[in-house]
């Protein structure tokens, strides 16, 4: 972690984006996804993966005008919280093509953080934080939040407000049992763009690439 921070930002960023990232670094959730049980790319673990896109995030956020940092951080943060490690994962498997990880994980990373850190749902704007996620993936589409099995690999549970902006989200755009549009707000754009940059960065090869889609990756080394 502290590399990643070198490589990116002076002293004084990294001070003010550990002010922003410090309840969800310091969570065992995080902590968790930070271990080699949950490979992200190959062998770069999902919490380096999250780190590596919210710094660049922040950095992007910075150039620009009336764009909400912390927002656009969070976002990065909680984009990929989804619950099981995806890769070589029996306990991954799904019924329905289009409950695949690939499809499905935004609303995994909604429905936890939103449990994980309702403090940061309480202080940001749902609708932003909610829909910056679950299109981060875009042009990738994602799976509608609907009645249908989903086939979701958690046990937490999402109501109210944040269950309507979700439903809400996923709705736009929708083709069947997939939504199929970009982020309505900058922040999720910068986070979907950061995240893109960060996967071109690490993938190594075709493998890496098709393994998004078929779960099954070769060039991870246990
Ligand atoms: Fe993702
Ligand atoms: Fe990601």
Same mark, same amino acid.
Request: charged content about 25%.
């Given at each position: 972690?502290?590399? !990643? !921070?070198?490589?990116y930002?002076?002293?004084?960023?990294?001070?003010?984006? !550990?002010?922003?990232?410090?309840?969800?670094?310091?969570?065992?959730?995080?902590?968790?996804?930070?271990?080699?049980?949950? @490979?992200?790319?190959?062998?770069?673990?999902?919490?380096?993966h999250?780190?590596e896109v919210?710094i660049l995030t922040?950095l992007e956020?910075?150039?620009?005008? %009336?764009?909400?940092?912390?927002?656009?951080? #969070?976002?990065a943060?909680?984009?990929?919280?989804?619950?099981?490690?995806?890769?070589?994962?029996?306990? %991954? @498997? &799904?019924?329905?093509?289009?409950?695949?990880?690939?499809?499905?994980?935004?609303?995994?990373?909604?429905?936890?953080?939103?449990?994980?850190?309702?403090?940061? #749902?309480?202080?940001?704007?749902?609708?932003?934080?909610?829909?910056?996620?679950?299109?981060?993936?875009?042009?990738?589409?994602?799976?509608?939040?609907?009645?249908?099995?989903?086939?979701?690999?958690?046990?937490?549970?999402?109501?109210?407000?944040?269950?309507?902006?979700?439903?809400?989200?996923? %709705?736009?755009?929708?083709?069947?049992?997939?939504?199929?549009?970009?982020?309505?707000?900058?922040?999720?754009?910068i986070v979907s763009m950061c995240d893109k940059k960060v996967t071109r960065i690490h993938l190594?090869? &075709?493998?890496?690439?098709?393994?998004?889609?078929?779960?099954? %990756?070769?060039?991870?080394?246990?």
């Open positions: 972690m502290i590399e !990643l !921070l070198d490589k930002l002076n002293n004084e960023e990294q001070k003010e984006f !550990l002010e922003i990232v410090k309840p969800i670094i310091e969570s065992e959730e995080f902590k968790y996804r930070c271990t080699s049980v949950f @490979k992200h790319h190959d062998n770069i673990t999902l919490g380096e999250i780190l919210a922040y956020c910075k150039k620009r005008n %009336n764009v909400s940092i912390n927002e656009a951080v #969070y976002i943060m909680m984009h990929d919280l989804y619950t099981n490690p995806w890769q070589n994962n029996p306990n %991954n @498997k &799904v019924k329905y093509f289009f409950n695949k990880h690939g499809f499905r994980h935004p609303v995994e990373a909604v429905i936890n953080s939103a449990n994980w850190f309702p403090e940061i #749902y309480k202080k940001y704007d749902i609708n932003i934080l909610i829909d910056g996620i679950i299109h981060h993936m875009y042009p990738l589409p994602v799976r509608v939040y609907n009645d249908k099995n989903l086939e979701l690999k958690t046990n937490n549970q999402i109501d109210g407000d944040l269950k309507k902006a979700l439903i809400d989200s996923t %709705n736009r755009c929708k083709i069947g049992d997939i939504s199929f549009c970009r982020s309505r707000y900058k922040e999720g754009r190594k090869n &075709v493998t890496s690439l098709t393994s998004g889609v078929t779960g099954r %990756n070769k060039n991870i080394t246990n």
